[in-house]
């Protein structure tokens, strides 16, 4: 799949797959695994590249908004950003400006086909990711629209690739970590796992993609 491609949301193009419904499954096992623990804002990851984080998040969003709630995607992940090509939006003003003091955070919230789903694209891609996302003035973003939305849901790099994923855990609720059950090797999710762990980030799960086509449903682990 080119860059320029977008990936489709099969939540979206198919609520009624066997595929689908495991993103429903998904949904109600963060749910119901975190009632003593507000999850106001996921972040989603993963240890390497190209283990379904990106399609994950999206289609969780999805799922997330068809339960009517107000949902917020932002993509934070500022070196491979793709939210902008999924949903078809414009990334001229995204989180980047926001962040820089180029745009007000109204400016870089885009609507979706579904009016529950908002999402935040990266904006330009700058040359200082990790200090960007460490910033005061993203506590201040976060602060603010958690308390207009119902959920936020973050997409970063992958943990083992750049600090970026573990800055961001900090500032968030929980993290859920994507797995790809094919390709990656045990001792890679160990030390994703970890390093989440040494900022003490709240790993709120598992999502295990990629799984036998007999056991559609992907697996899901929590921790409390």
Do not use: W
């Amino acid at each position: 799949m080119s860059q320029t491609e977008s990936r489709p949301i099969i939540t979206e193009l198919n609520p009624a797959s066997p595929i689908s419904e495991a993103y429903r499954t998904l949904r109600t096992n963060l749910h119901f695994s975190n009632v003593d623990h507000k999850l106001h804002v996921l972040m989603v990851t993963s240890a390497n590249p190209r283990e379904g984080k990106t399609t994950t998040i999206n289609n969780l969003a999805v799922a997330y908004a068809q339960s009517e709630k107000s949902v917020l995607l932002i993509d934070a992940d500022l070196r491979k950003p793709t939210a902008h090509q999924t949903f078809k939006l414009s990334n001229r003003c995204g989180l980047t400006n926001v962040l820089t003091g180029q745009a007000q955070v109204d400016e870089a919230i885009k609507e979706t086909s579904n009016s529950f789903l908002h999402v935040m694209t990266s904006g330009p891609i700058p040359p200082n990711p990790s200090e960007l996302l460490g910033s005061k003035k993203m506590d201040q973003i976060i602060e603010e629209l958690s308390n207009r939305f119902d959920l936020l849901l973050i997409d970063t790099p992958p943990v083992l690739a750049v600090s970026d994923a573990q800055i961001m855990a900090t500032r968030c609720d929980g993290v859920l970590l994507v797995v790809n059950a094919r390709s990656v090797k045990r001792q890679h999710a160990i030390k994703a796992r970890d390093a989440l762990q040494f900022v003490q980030a709240r790993i709120v799960g598992v999502a295990l993609n990629q799984i036998s086509s007999r056991e559609m449903n992907p697996y899901y682990t929590y921790s409390q």
